[in-house]
C-alpha cells in the first residue's frame, strides 16, 4: 500500500466516529488547549471507556498529542497540516 493510501486511512481511522468528532471539537475549541480524560468526559459526555478507547486512536493516527503527567494531558497536534485544516473546518461551519 501507498504512503498516500495509509495516510488517507488515517484520516478515515480518526474521523470515523462521532465520539473521535466530539473529542476533536473539544480539543479545537480553544477554551482549553489541553484536556486530561476527565475534562474530555465532561465536555464530550463520553463515558470514560469511549474516551480511552478513542484517545488511543486519535493518538496512534497523530491527530492528538498526549503528554505523561499526572494526570495525563491531551492537545491537538497542530504541528499537522491535517490537524489544522480540521480546526478551520470546524471554524468556517461554525462547530467552535
Not at 480511552?52 to 491537538?76: A, C, D, F, S
Request: with cysteine; proline share 3%.
Amino acid at each position: 500500500m501507498s504512503t498516500k493510501n495509509r495516510d488517507i486511512e488515517k484520516i478515515i481511522e480518526g474521523l470515523g466516529s462521532v465520539g473521535r468528532l466530539k473529542i476533536l471539537r473539544a480539543l479545537a475549541s480553544g477554551e482549553t488547549p489541553s484536556q486530561t480524560k476527565y475534562g474530555l468526559e465532561k465536555a464530550t459526555g463520553l463515558t470514560p471507556v469511549y474516551i480511552r478507547r478513542h484517545l488511543k486512536i486519535l493518538v496512534n493516527t497523530g491527530w492528538v498529542k498526549e503528554y505523561n503527567y499526572n494526570p495525563q494531558v491531551y492537545m491537538l497536534c497542530l504541528d499537522d497540516l491535517k490537524t489544522r485544516s480540521l480546526v478551520e473546518f470546524f471554524k468556517k461551519v461554525g462547530c467552535i
